[in-house]
Protein backbone atom coordinates (compact mmCIF):
# COMPACT_ATOMS: atom_id res chain seq x y z
CA UNK A 1 0.00 0.00 0.00
CA UNK A 2 1.92 3.03 -1.04
CA UNK A 3 -0.03 5.82 1.29
CA UNK A 4 -0.97 4.96 4.96
CA UNK A 5 -2.78 7.38 6.78
CA UNK A 6 -3.23 7.54 10.18
CA UNK A 7 -4.32 10.42 13.36
CA UNK A 8 -8.33 10.33 12.76
CA UNK A 9 -10.96 10.00 15.50
CA UNK A 10 -13.46 11.60 17.66
CA UNK A 11 -12.87 14.65 18.72
CA UNK A 12 -15.09 17.83 19.99
CA UNK A 13 -16.00 21.34 17.73
CA UNK A 14 -13.10 23.20 18.88
CA UNK A 15 -11.05 20.58 19.28
CA UNK A 16 -7.56 19.60 16.64
CA UNK A 17 -6.32 16.65 15.65
CA UNK A 18 -3.03 16.21 13.27
CA UNK A 19 -3.27 13.73 10.48
CA UNK A 20 -0.19 11.84 8.95
CA UNK A 21 0.46 9.92 6.08
CA UNK A 22 3.46 7.54 5.57
CA UNK A 23 4.29 6.85 1.89
CA UNK A 24 6.28 3.93 0.79
CA UNK A 25 7.36 2.12 -2.96
CA UNK A 26 7.77 5.41 -4.18
CA UNK A 27 9.96 8.69 -4.65
CA UNK A 28 7.63 11.30 -2.14
CA UNK A 29 10.06 14.19 -2.48
CA UNK A 30 9.01 14.17 -6.12
CA UNK A 31 5.37 14.19 -5.89
CA UNK A 32 2.76 16.90 -4.99
CA UNK A 33 0.93 15.68 -1.93
CA UNK A 34 -3.00 16.14 -0.93
CA UNK A 35 -5.29 15.49 1.58
CA UNK A 36 -8.90 15.03 0.14
CA UNK A 37 -12.09 14.62 2.29
CA UNK A 38 -15.67 13.31 1.95
CA UNK A 39 -18.66 13.49 3.94
CA UNK A 40 -21.34 10.95 3.27
CA UNK A 41 -23.74 11.75 0.20
CA UNK A 42 -20.87 14.36 -0.68
CA UNK A 43 -18.09 14.61 -3.36
CA UNK A 44 -14.86 14.06 -2.49
CA UNK A 45 -12.94 17.80 -1.81
CA UNK A 46 -9.74 19.02 -2.03
CA UNK A 47 -8.87 20.23 1.31
CA UNK A 48 -5.19 21.39 0.77
CA UNK A 49 -1.84 21.10 -0.96
CA UNK A 50 1.55 20.78 -0.76
CA UNK A 51 4.16 20.95 -4.13
CA UNK A 52 7.10 18.84 -4.09
CA UNK A 53 9.20 22.09 -5.23
CA UNK A 54 9.26 25.00 -2.63
CA UNK A 55 6.38 23.10 -0.42
CA UNK A 56 3.94 25.99 -1.71
CA UNK A 57 0.97 25.22 -0.15
CA UNK A 58 -2.69 25.85 -1.04
CA UNK A 59 -6.09 25.48 0.71
CA UNK A 60 -9.54 25.24 0.19
CA UNK A 61 -11.34 28.51 1.20
CA UNK A 62 -13.69 26.18 4.02
CA UNK A 63 -10.09 25.61 6.43
CA UNK A 64 -8.22 28.44 5.77
CA UNK A 65 -6.36 29.53 8.83
CA UNK A 66 -7.69 26.47 10.81
CA UNK A 67 -5.40 23.77 8.38
CA UNK A 68 -1.77 23.52 7.88
CA UNK A 69 -0.29 20.60 5.79
CA UNK A 70 2.91 19.98 5.75
CA UNK A 71 5.89 17.47 4.64
CA UNK A 72 9.02 15.58 6.00
CA UNK A 73 10.88 14.11 3.24
CA UNK A 74 13.15 12.63 5.44
CA UNK A 75 10.48 10.46 6.95
CA UNK A 76 8.42 10.31 3.58
CA UNK A 77 5.58 11.56 5.52
CA UNK A 78 2.66 14.55 4.86
CA UNK A 79 0.72 15.67 7.64
CA UNK A 80 -2.61 17.44 8.13
CA UNK A 81 -2.40 20.10 11.09
CA UNK A 82 -6.61 20.52 11.77
CA UNK A 83 -7.48 23.02 14.66
CA UNK A 84 -10.84 24.89 15.07
CA UNK A 85 -12.52 21.85 14.36
CA UNK A 86 -16.47 22.03 13.48
CA UNK A 87 -19.22 19.67 13.01
CA UNK A 88 -18.84 20.28 9.25
CA UNK A 89 -15.21 18.70 9.33
CA UNK A 90 -16.68 15.29 9.46
CA UNK A 91 -15.36 13.27 6.74
CA UNK A 92 -13.52 10.68 5.71
CA UNK A 93 -10.08 12.38 4.68
CA UNK A 94 -7.71 10.83 2.23
CA UNK A 95 -4.00 11.20 1.35
CA UNK A 96 -3.12 11.45 -2.74
CA UNK A 97 0.25 11.96 -4.18
CA UNK A 98 0.45 13.05 -7.44
CA UNK A 99 2.74 13.52 -10.32
CA UNK A 100 0.45 12.82 -13.45
CA UNK A 101 -0.51 9.97 -11.91
CA UNK A 102 -2.06 8.94 -8.66
CA UNK A 103 -1.77 6.99 -5.30
CA UNK A 104 -4.24 7.06 -3.18
CA UNK A 105 -4.79 5.94 0.57
CA UNK A 106 -7.76 4.07 2.29
CA UNK A 107 -8.38 6.65 4.34
CA UNK A 108 -8.87 7.97 8.42
CA UNK A 109 -11.93 8.55 9.68
CA UNK A 110 -12.65 12.14 11.58
CA UNK A 111 -15.85 13.06 13.43
CA UNK A 112 -16.61 15.90 15.20
CA UNK A 113 -19.19 16.25 17.52
CA UNK A 114 -20.10 17.20 20.97
Known amino acids: VPLVESGGGLVQPGGSLRLSCAAS????????MNWYRQAPGKERELVAT????????RYADSVKGRFTISRDNAKNTVYLQMNSLRPEDTAMYYC????????WGQGTQVTVSS
Open 96 to 103: NANRGYNY
Open 25 to 32: GFTFSRFD
Open 50 to 57: ITSVNFST
